[in-house]
Nanobody
Framework: QVHLEESGGGLVQAGGSLRLSCAASGAIFSGYVMGWYRQAPGKQRELVARITRTDRLDYSDSVKGRFTISRANAKNTVYLQMNSLKPEDTAVYYC??????????WGQGTQVTVSS
């Protein structure tokens, strides 16, 4: 059974930084895309960044140049380094693992709050 555990959220002032981690257990790291999504109150969940097995990176326009997604395969962990945070980045951030087969897994989410 695949389990994703996020950590690293919290409260930070605008302009500050946070690093989110997503540890995957029970997962096979092949043929997959791992990503970070976020959902603000009253809004739909949206893609923030994702990384494929071949290290292709995708970012939403709103975070390009400020956020960096990376992974440590040996640790089955994906990171999201968030710099120059803005109040509009406030949301619950979710880790996602999507296999080519279509199997899709979500973490429980971690709250990020950016104060102005």
């Amino acid at each position: 059974q695949v389990h994703l555990e996020e950590s690293g959220g919290g409260l930070v002032q605008a302009g500050g930084s946070l690093r989110l981690s997503c540890a995957a257990s029970g997962a096979i790291f092949s043929g997959y895309v791992m990503g970070w999504y976020r959902q603000a109150p009253g809004k739909q969940r949206e893609l923030v960044a994702r990384i494929t097995r071949t290290d292709r990176l995708d970012y939403s326009d709103s975070v390009k140049g400020r956020f960096t997604i990376s992974r440590a395969n040996a640790k089955n962990t994906v990171y999201l380094q968030m710099n120059s945070l803005k109040p509009e980045d406030t949301a619950v951030y979710y880790c996602n693992l999507l296999y080519i087969s279509g199997a899709n897994y979500w973490g429980q989410g971690t709250q990020v709050t950016v104060s102005s």
